[in-house]
């Protein structure tokens, strides 16, 4: 069946131009309670093939998530993975690195977060920062001790593409799915939610000099981007960029395409085998009054 969502889809080795792909499109929703509704659809659904997933203990999932600042990461993580058993998920922000991280090559500290079998999880930020923040300001590469750099800083992004997408395709081979969603945002709505974070008390602390700094990037960030999402979609892990203008209607197109991948591992919990049937049994025998 042909995904729903499949227009935000990043097929492998097409060249993205993100002006060409919206920030805002229209809502799956009509109002308010309409879309709680989906959302708490979507949320049930996923709780029902998270408990699959758990059961299964043959896939994890890894889902990653990558946008600019005030695009709605976290809300989204949030609202999304609300009726997740916490038990069987895990969330790793990734921040600047700590001194004992650059000391190990660029994967290190998110392969170490990687979820086991029957697991989901969730990378605010991830690897990507490493041809993302890093390709915006080149100078942090000196603080990464790397030696013999090329000469030529566009065969750094290539190395670095590549060691993502080799990684990617191992864990594909050997159970984890990955999906990765970039959170399209217009620089006026980042404009927008500044403000109102300024404004609204309760959320000054989400909003910092810095913010506004990087904003000065924009440009650079873009192009940054879409080299990105060009080199490392992958039929098996793909790119989904997602119009976060609207954040209900993103909510509802990343638990819509989660939930799609999910029902795609088509999960089976394994019948219990005859031998299984008589321990239970001898066992309840023992516990009956």
């Known amino acids: 069946m042909k995904s729903s969502f499949s227009r935000f889809r990043v097929k492998e080795g097409s060249r993205v131009d993100l002006a060409r792909y919206p920030t805002l499109t229209e809502p799956l929703y009509k109002s308010k309670s309409q879309y709680e509704k989906i959302l708490k659809k979507h949320?049930?659904?996923?709780?029902s093939?998270?408990?699959?997933?758990?059961?299964?203990?043959?896939?994890?999932l890894l889902l990653i998530f990558q946008a600019m600042d005030a695009a709605g990461k976290d809300g989204a993580i949030s609202h999304v993975m609300s009726g997740v058993n916490p038990q069987g998920c895990q969330v790793y922000s990734f921040k600047h690195p700590s001194a004992e991280?650059?000391?190990?090559?660029?994967?290190?500290?998110t392969s170490r977060c990687l979820p086991e079998r029957g697991r989901i999880g969730i990378f605010n930020?991830?690897?990507?920062?490493?041809?993302?923040?890093?390709?915006?300001?080149?100078?942090?590469?000196?603080?990464?001790?790397l030696s013999d750099l090329p000469k030529d800083e566009s065969t750094i992004w290539a190395n670095?593409?590549?060691?993502?997408?080799?990684l990617e395709k191992h864990l594909t081979r050997n159970g984890t799915r990955v999906i990765k969603f970039f959170l399209h945002l217009s620089e006026e709505e980042?404009?927008?939610?500044?403000?109102?974070?300024i404004d609204n008390p309760d959320k000054n602390w989400k909003f910092s000099a810095a913010d506004m700094a990087e904003r000065k990037f924009w440009g650079k960030y873009m192009h940054a981007y879409e080299e990105c999402l060009s080199h490392t979609s992958l039929e098996q892990a793909p790119w989904y960029i997602i119009p976060a203008d609207d954040k209900k209607n993103a909510r509802l197109f990343i638990s819509g395409i989660i939930l799609e991948t999910m029902k795609d591992l088509d999960m089976k919990i394994s019948p219990v085998g005859a031998d299984r049937i008589r321990e239970l049994k001898a066992i309840r025998k023992q516990l009956a009054p």
Do not use: C
Request: charged share 25%; hydrophobic share 30%; aromatic share 12%.
């Open 43 to 47: 949320i049930g659904e996923l709780s």
């Open 49 to 60: 093939q998270q408990y699959l997933l758990y059961a299964s203990n043959s896939h994890s």
């Open 101 to 109: 991280e650059l000391e190990h090559d660029f994967l290190w500290r």
């Open 125 to 145: 930020r991830s690897y990507y920062e490493e041809v993302l923040i890093v390709r915006v300001h080149p100078e942090i590469l000196s603080a990464q001790g």
């Open 160 to 166: 670095r593409y590549q060691s993502i997408t080799e």
């Open 190 to 197: 980042q404009r927008k939610r500044f403000l109102e974070r």
